[in-house]
């Protein structure tokens, strides 16, 4: 088998995710040294393979993948989709993706990843939620049954609307009806389920001298005159200075599932296509 230089790119960039993964189940985040390391990493490899073969199409194509993913990670960072951690791996994993020095090419192949990203993503969170409410059963029920008999009145409106979508599709022979009518009852508890998920296995109590920036709070914390506020950028530099400095209880953090291994698989999905299929289907012209 050929190795080219895309090759060896893509084999140390695994390498790299690996100790990313690693870093997020350990530590429940990806550090800025495994993004920011592996983003240099691929830009110096373009760069200085560029300079010795003289082809500096090769580091303007992975200019053009970060700047793209830099755009899409901050897209879904601030859709909330991704963590802090994960849209800085994104950015970086932009500045690999582009195998060829075809637009259209480079154009499918980004897009084929953010498809598996997010098709993955969905399939990897549904399956670790599921196992976290097995891990922590009772706690979980407790939150469910709470959250449900909280919104009795809601469920039974939902109910109604149910046997009103039913009832309509019966007499007018619309199966779209009942479809429409279950999808409508069942996201209240799709909606009970994940936030009893959270509530039960995802939040908890951590010591001030662990909290680190970027941390989520799963509940404000009131120091004098000033209130600390959940926020999806977490907690800053000064936040964690304040709350040492005049707090002496463990705070409530809301953890984060770790979202790596979706990358893995994701960038996985494109090296076995590279390998097993593309150059049969003719689609990439590889380096």
Do not use: H
């Not at 088998?1 to 995710?17: F, G, R």
């Not at 909330?80 to 994993?93: E, H, N, Q, S, V």
């Not at 154009?107 to 196992?131: D, E, K, N, P, R």
């Not at 770790?258 to 380096?287: E, R, T």
């Amino acid at each position: 088998m050929k190795i080219d230089v895309i090759d060896v790119l893509i084999m140390l960039t695994l390498a790299w995710i690996l100790v990313a993964v690693y870093q997020d189940f350990k530590k429940k985040e990806i550090p800025n040294w495994v993004n920011f390391s592996l983003l240099i990493f691929a830009l110096a490899f373009r760069l200085f393979y560029s300079i010795f073969s003289n082809d500096y199409s090769f580091i303007l194509w992975g200019l053009a993948g970060f700047a793209v993913f830099f755009v899409l990670a901050n897209l879904f960072y601030y859709s909330r989709l991704f963590a802090g951690g994960d849209a800085k791996l994104m950015m970086a994993i932009g500045a690999i993706i582009p195998f060829t020095n075809s637009w259209f090419d480079n154009l499918l192949i980004g897009i084929l990843f953010v498809i598996c990203l997010l098709s993955f993503g969905a399939v990897y969170g549904l399956i670790y939620s599921v196992s976290l409410a097995f891990g922590n059963m009772s706690e979980f029920s407790r939150e469910f049954r709470k959250r449900v008999y909280e919104n009795k009145q809601y469920i039974l409106l939902d109910f109604l609307v149910l046997i009103l979508f039913f009832v309509s599709g019966f007499f007018l022979a619309e199966s779209m009806l009942l479809l429409i009518g279950a999808i409508i009852f069942v996201l209240p508890f799709i909606y009970y389920y994940t936030k009893s998920v959270e509530q039960s296995c995802l939040v908890k109590y951590t010591s001030i001298d662990k909290l680190t920036v970027g941390d989520w709070l799963a509940k404000e914390i009131k120091i004098k005159n000033k209130t600390i506020k959940p926020s999806w950028e977490g907690l800053t530099e000064s936040d964690i200075s304040l709350i040492k400095k005049n707090y002496r209880k463990d705070v409530l953090i809301k953890q984060g599932i770790p979202f790596s291994p979706v990358f893995l698989m994701a960038l996985l999905v494109l090296v076995l296509i590279k390998y097993l299929w593309a150059s049969d289907w003719g689609l990439w012209q590889f380096f």
